[in-house]
């Protein structure tokens, strides 16, 4: 519609221009993006206690290591003297026997606590193995969606460049006094853009509040590009 008022094709190209860059700030990568941040925190934090536990794990194996080879060494000294010949009486031989099984006990006890360490030293480690594999892979992941942002963004960034320069020139078609109403009420959240009305007899289309009625004269009789302000709605009333 060529033959429209240009302040009204502007609005129309004000309100095309803000729903690409409402369009380029929800796009979908920027959802993805904070997503796999907010996973990447939480993968840092598993890691960080992973590392905790292998290392608290590990000192503890070395700790029992230590504690099952003096075991067995005691045990193995109960053997020798059980078996040096020494020890003749009953007694004495009861004795040491009980000794030895009480130190095969305490060996194998302290064995399988090791062992149970182990196990979980190795589950530790799968579980690092895994949450590195997905450190990974969430940074190509992360690699490939900001691409797909930065590609997203140069396209609308492109349309509101091209947009932008048609509104240079439909500014110049606008009367300046009627230009600078429009523009101060772009910035009015409230009318979110949605700026101008037209005379509908004596109201303002939009809000249907009655106009004094020296403007809605003024209006008429003054040229297309007279404007008042709509005394409700703030909007610009065009006749
Ligand atoms: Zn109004």
Excluded: W
């Excluded at 536990?53 to 080879?69: D, G, M, N, P, S």
């Excluded at 590195?132 to 940074?139: H, K, P, S, W």
């Amino acid at each position: 519609m060529a033959d429209e008022h240009p302040v009204r094709r502007l609005q129309a190209l004000d309100l095309r221009m803000d729903a690409l860059r409402a369009e380029r700030a929800a796009l979908p990568e920027r959802a993805v993006l904070a997503a796999l941040a907010e996973e990447g925190a939480t993968l840092r934090e598993r890691r960080a206690a992973a590392e905790d536990t292998l290392a608290t794990h590990q000192k503890q194996e070395r700790a029992l290591e230590a504690e099952v080879a003096e075991a067995a060494s005691r045990a193995k000294g109960v053997e020798d003297d059980l078996y040096s010949g020494r020890a003749t009486a009953p007694k004495e031989l009861e004795a040491l026997q009980t000794d030895l099984a009480s130190c095969r006990a305490r060996q194998h006890a302290l064995e399988e606590e090791e062992l149970a360490l182990m196990e979980a030293i190795e589950a530790t480690q799968e579980d690092l193995a895994g949450i590195d594999a997905r450190g990974v892979e969430m940074a190509s992941e992360v690699e490939a969606q900001e691409a797909s942002l930065v590609s997203g963004e140069a396209r609308l960034d492109g349309v509101l460049g091209e947009l932008g320069k048609t509104r240079e020139s439909l500014c110049a078609e606008v009367a300046p006094k009627l230009l600078a109403a429009y523009d101060k009420r772009r910035d009015n959240a409230t009318l979110a853009g949605e700026i101008l009305s037209a005379l509908d007899g004596s109201d303002c289309g939009r809000c249907r509040v009655r106009l004094p009625v020296i403007e809605v004269t003024r209006l008429k009789e003054e040229g297309p590009e007279a404007f008042a302000a709509c005394p409700s709605c703030r909007r610009l009333v065009l006749r």
